[in-house]
């Protein structure tokens, strides 16, 4: 499976942005798809994921309640919609796979086996 994320730009403190990342390939319907950011001189670091069996979605602290991640399984895509940004999001943002997921959503960056190229999000205030 290769993954495709776009959506990123230059934006404001308080606007939004809409990430998607596409899937293609060998794409199941099974596979945990996550986002991961990553600032400049930083780790790179979870921020929201969905599970493809259960539906169930988790979200770092810092996003929840402004980041709603979706998944369109018809379509083999799955997004980010990134509300009221900060300058703190400012990263370059991943989309990753987890093709044999286990129990639960994961959320570090060693649990996920695809990675798609970045996309950069950034916000001034």
């Known amino acids: 499976v290769q993954l495709q994320a776009s959506g990123g730009g230059w934006v404001q403190a308080g606007d939004s942005l809409r990430l998607s990342c596409a899937a293609s390939g060998s794409a199941r319907d099974s596979y945990v798809m996550g986002w991961f950011r990553q600032a400049p001189g930083k780790e790179r670091e979870f921020v929201a994921a969905?599970?493809?069996?259960?539906?169930?979605?988790v979200y770092a602290d810092s996003v929840k309640g402004r980041f709603t991640i979706s998944r369109d399984n018809a379509r083999n895509t799955v997004s980010l919609q990134l509300n009221n940004l900060k300058p703190e999001d400012t990263a370059v943002y991943y989309c990753?796979?987890?093709?044999?997921?286990?129990?639960?959503?994961?959320?570090?960056?060693?649990?996920?086996?695809?990675w798609g190229q970045g996309t950069q999000v950034t916000v001034s205030s």
């Open positions: 990753a796979a987890v093709t044999f997921p286990g129990i639960g959503v994961p959320r570090t960056t060693f649990e996920y086996d695809t």
């Open positions: 969905t599970a493809g069996s259960s539906g169930d979605t």
